[in-house]
């Protein structure tokens, strides 16, 4: 089963990822980790990948593609997978081919993204600093609307409250993608 998890930043894909990764045994995987990971390597890809997402913007979708395509034609994931952050812009949708089975929304307000943010446990981000934060969830509306739209229109989308706690909000995505807790 091929899955695909949109949500704003702190919306808590990354926590509903892993557990649906965990009940349903399909790998997880995030672009924004991947970013991550790439953005500590000393290399001109990596320092240009740290610049970027450090100012809250997005990797340009030729080079997101490229890395994404290249991440799931590994074996792993052959199977099936559950995407989070990606596609992130209609280029983005419209260049990758893979058919996907659901597209989950998960739904929450700026005003409480930006609470769990300030309040996020843990790690801290290098990318998180407040202009950041607040850049990217203003160009998350602009490039989602027509992602959301597209996916609505082939039937695919699920749009879940994230507002919910944990446990409702996984008992919601398994009984909408047919599988039981
Ligand atoms: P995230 O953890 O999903 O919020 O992603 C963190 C950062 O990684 C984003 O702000 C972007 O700079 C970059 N990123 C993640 N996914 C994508 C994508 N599909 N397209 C472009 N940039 C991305």
Redesign the pocket.
Known sequence: MKIILIGI?GAG??TQGNLLSKKINIPYL???????ELAKEHTKLGRY?KE??NA??????KK?LAI?EEYLSRSRYQKGYIL??????LV?VEAFKNDIDKVIYLRVSDKEALWRLSYRNGEVRE?DTLS?IKK?IELFHKLIEPVLSCYREKGKLIEIDGEKSIEEINREIMHNIGKHS
Do not use: C, E, W
């Open positions: 930043q894909k990354s995030s672009t924004g980790h991947i970013f991550r990948i970027v997402m809250g913007y997005l990797i340009p979708d997101t994404v989070d952050g990606f596609p992130r812009t983005q990318d950041a990217r």
